[in-house]
């Protein structure tokens, strides 16, 4: 049974830092591409960042480039979110997903993703 599970939310201020975890089990992310989803309230989920199964295409949110980072640790199946320079506007419930399909490309597209965790929370105050 594939479990994602997210960790490292909490109540920053803004320019503070954060990092998200997710770890998996039932699978393992050096098949699998990997995305960060997040939701604001009375919003749409949006893509942050995809990573491809082998590490080496990763996309990035315009909004996040240069403030956010994703990396993966694969002898703990771990999923990181490096994330810097926090603004009030990242504030959201930040999702880990993963697709059904090994070794497929970064997809931004939450449809193509099956396994999903349940969520943290990232509050930034101004």
């Known amino acids: 049974q594939v479990q994602l599970v997210e960790s490292g939310g909490g109540l920053v201020q803004a320019g503070g830092s954060l990092r998200l975890s997710c770890a998996a089990s039932g699978f393992t992310f050096d098949r699998y591409a990997v995305g960060w989803f997040r939701q604001a309230p009375g919003k749409e989920r949006e893509v942050v960042t995809v990573m491809n199964w082998s590490g080496d295409s990763i996309y990035y949110t315009d909004s996040v480039k240069g403030r956010f980072t994703i990396s993966r640790d694969t002898a703990k199946n771990t999923v990181y979110l490096q994330m810097n320079s926090l603004k009030p506007e990242d504030t959201a419930v930040y999702y880990c997903?993963?697709?059904?399909?090994?070794?497929?490309?970064?997809?931004?597209?939450?449809?193509?993703?099956?396994?999903w965790g349940q969520g943290t929370q990232v509050s930034v105050s101004s």
């Open positions: 997903a993963a697709p059904i399909t090994p070794y497929t490309p970064p997809r931004t597209n939450s449809a193509d993703y099956t396994y």
